[in-house]
């Protein structure tokens, strides 16, 4: 048990019981607020192995970008403040949830475990230039794949939302 | 010098509670915050590979970065999309396709 061990015991920990509960809670703003303290420890998580730019990536567009339209989307389709039994499941399927849940995560940990290895291995923090170094040589093409994407998201769901506001008058 | 088993652990966890939050919520937007801790997962499981070592492209940092690029489009064209269909049928929830009349019922009335 290393001192970096310990450290990302603790994020880890944040993350996975902020997650549990943004999943569990019946309360749907706090859900999204749980997602929001899940992502931060998951921000945590990243900067304990070392990847500081990825780190603040992820506060920068999840927690600044994603986290705020969840928001604005439960506000647009008006979630009720307090707990909301309208859209509550079985209790029946809340357990074959969670046991397909389980099975999930314990199939990827029998993969993954035997990977870790026993040795711990050094922390090695990667520099900001490196990655743009790779990110505008060896990755340059999938960049500017991503870049269209983006775009192209920007425009459908321009569309998306045009489309719909014109659609119900038609019938009537 | 850190033990890798602990990040695989988190990550396979977040992806199992992912799991879970897709299959037992009704509300297509909690829907989607179980496939944002899914692909969260998915982020810690690359960067953990990534500090391994021998990364020769820095794959595991710009595969993540990527990522979340790739999960925002997908956010804001999902949202679009809920925010679509609850216009249509004043309704986010996702297993009530079975009885349309009942969901334009409620369109009509909102």
Known sequence: MTGLDLAFLATGAVTIAAALLAVTTRHLVHSALWLVLSLGGLAGCYLVLGAELVALVHVLVYVGAVVVLVIFALMMTRAPIGPSPLHATSRLHRALAAVLGAGVSTLLLAVLIPLAGEQPVPRRPVDSTQIAGELFGTWVWPFEALSLLLLIALIGAFTVSRLAGAAPQEPR | ?110
């Open chain 2, 1 to 110: 010098m850190i033990h890798l088993a602990l990040p695989y652990a988190v990550a396979a966890a977040l992806i199992g509670i992912g799991t879970y939050g897709v299959l037992a919520r009704r509300n297509a937007v909690l829907v989607l915050i179980g496939i944002e801790l899914m692909l969260a997962g998915a982020g810690l499981l690359l960067i953990t590979a990534g500090a391994i070592g021998q990364d020769r492209w820095q794959a595991g940092n710009v595969l993540t970065l990527f990522v979340i690029t790739i999960a925002a489009a997908e956010v804001v064209l999902a949202l679009a999309v809920i925010i679509a269909v609850f216009r249509a049928r004043g309704s986010i929830d996702i297993t009530e396709a079975a009885h349309e009349p009942a969901s334009e019922a409620a369109a009509g009335a909102s």
